[in-house]
């Protein structure tokens, strides 16, 4: 990384710490590819692999170096892997969940257990996925003991990366998965009964939030509740992105 990249990075990362609103608010730019077959794996090694975009900003793959590299708390002590997150550049969605679990730590990647396998389910009945559309992401980046709720300041010192994550990808639309995921992102107390089933938003994108799958496990009586989630959100993606709209008319064909 050169030392204009390590300058830009820093800027980057230490904007986003300050404030949600602390840099420009990400914009959805139509010219960007959605539906693509090249999935953007992203490292969780260290290999130092820069993969410029056409601007020159920093990458996804910048930020997950320095995930890799992240000893701000002690979540850092217990993990096996970090679980930056993966999909592909300029999502049409961001999908955020809460944390690593123990197959997630396990393999460095995000939503591989049951509870991915829920996810995958679910974005496939709206025509989404993490191979073509998606990028899938967490609060927290390294598994917290016993699957447990992450600790206001574990999720305070993974915030700039997430945010960081956020600008880089600038996806059209963000679906949180569960309490923890919104209300970080949305800085509030209010209970998930209470966010869910209507828009907010994240600076300018648009933002829904339903049922973690791992809640639904639990708790199958909720998955209609999160079905309803799921068609208000498809409704709202056509809208906003016409390329996913005449994606989705065609596979119904």
């Known amino acids: 990384m050169t030392t204009k990249e390590k300058e830009l990075l820093y800027d980057l990362l230490k904007t986003a710490s300050d404030s949600i609103y602390g840099y420009p608010s990400p914009s959805f730019s139509a010219g960007k590819p959605l539906f693509r077959d090249d999935a953007a794996g992203i490292p969780d090694t260290g290999e130092k692999v820069l993969t410029e975009t056409e601007n020159g900003r920093i990458t996804i793959a910048d930020i997950s170096v320095k995930i890799s590299e992240c000893r701000r708390c002690q979540l850092c002590k217990t993990r096996t892997h970090v679980v930056p997150g993966e999909g592909i550049m300029h999502p049409a969605v961001l999908v955020i969940g809460e944390g690593p679990g123990a197959e997630e730590d396990a393999t460095g990647h995000p939503f591989v257990g049951p509870a991915g396998q829920l ?104 998955k209609r509740p999160a079905w309803e989630d799921l068609k208000l959100f498809r409704s709202k993606l056509e809208q906003v992105v016409p390329e996913y709209a005449a994606y989705t008319d065609k596979i119904s064909r």
Request: proline residues 8%; aromatic residues 6%; contains cysteine.
């Open 119 to 222: 996810l995958d389910k679910m974005l496939a009945a709206i025509s989404l996925d993490r191979h073509t559309n998606c990028f899938i992401a967490n609060i927290v980046k390294c598994r917290p003991p016993g699957n447990r709720t992450p600790e206001p300041a574990e999720a305070e010192a993974c915030r700039s990366f997430l945010e960081a994550q956020i600008h880089a990808l600038n996806p059209a639309m963000i679906l949180a998965l569960g309490r923890t995921a919104a209300q970080n992102l949305l800085h509030t107390a209010t209970g998930i009964t209470q966010l869910r089933s209507r828009f907010h938003t994240y600076g300018n994108i648009p933002l829904l939030v339903t049922y973690h799958p791992s809640a639904l496990l639990r708790n199958p009586d909720w």
